[in-house]
């Protein structure tokens, strides 16, 4: 089974600065998937970012970009410039390549990122 | 809008009762999930089913139960609800092919049990 850890349960920054949020998570998988959701205070879910465990580059998504480290199992996301409408639970997921098509989602507990103005 | 929707957004019951959530996937999406989201319990797989086939199962009670049409929509079936099942129900969706490791999630389900 895997399992995802962040460890942060809460971030607060100002507006504008740049903020790493951590995520380990342990598998005896080599091919999966991870993603970071972020959840505002709609409780919608919303996908930010996903990186895909074969490619060694990093996932970029305009101010989101991963720092992902697959030995380690560490898998982190930096938000740049950080805006107001950042502030929400973000959630590190881990998913297993089951070839045939997608499979079900790991989550960490989430961290509280609370952007300052 | 992820495209996925879900049914009724809000929902209160009693102690005993049973209630269907219902789901329709993004068009052209074959998977479908479910997922709880509660206070102490975090964000939890429940159950997937892919083209009308359950395909994996989580932590979903015996108390519930799940199936997909054959329109691909889904329906989360909660009998003998207890207070402890009140959460957010999501219901997610991901597409087939190489693009089929997104899911997308819904808005969720508030179902409060009194």
């Known amino acids: 089974a895997q399992t995802v850890t962040q460890s942060q349960p809460e971030m607060s920054v100002q507006e504008a600065e740049t903020v790493t949020l951590s995520c380990t998570y342990d598998?005896?998988?080599?091919?999966?998937?991870l993603f970071w959701y972020k959840q505002p205070p709609s409780r919608q879910m919303i996908l930010v970012i996903r990186q895909e465990a074969y490619k060694q580059q990093n996932a970029t998504e305009n101010r989101f970009s991963v720092n992902f480290q697959k030995a380690a199992k560490s898998f982190s996301l930096k938000i740049s410039d950080s805006q107001l409408g950042d502030t929400a639970m973000y959630f590190c997921?881990?998913?297993?390549?089951?070839?045939?098509?997608?499979?079900?989602?790991?989550f960490g507990k989430g961290t509280h990122l609370i952007i300052q103005p | 809008d992820s495209g996925v929707t879900q049914t009724p957004k809000h929902l209160i019951t009693a102690t005993g009762q049973r209630v269907t959530l219902r789901c329709s996937p993004r068009?052209?999406?074959?998977?479908v999930y479910w997922y709880q989201q509660s206070l102490d319990q975090g964000l939890q797989f429940l159950i997937q089913?892919?083209?009308?086939?359950?395909?994996a199962k989580g932590n979903i009670l015996e108390r519930f139960s799940a199936q997909q049409f054959p329109d691909l929509h889904s329906e989360l079936n909660l009998s003998s609800l207890e207070l402890g099942d009140s959460a957010l129900y999501f219901c997610a969706s991901s597409p087939r092919g190489p693009s089929g490791n997104t899911i997308y999630f819904g808005e969720g389900s508030w179902l409060t049990v009194v």
């Open positions: 598998t005896s998988e080599n091919n999966y998937y």
């Open positions: 089913y892919y083209n009308g086939e359950e395909r």
């Open positions: 997921a881990f998913m297993k390549h089951s070839g045939g098509g997608a499979d079900g989602l790991t």
């Open positions: 068009s052209g999406d074959l998977s």
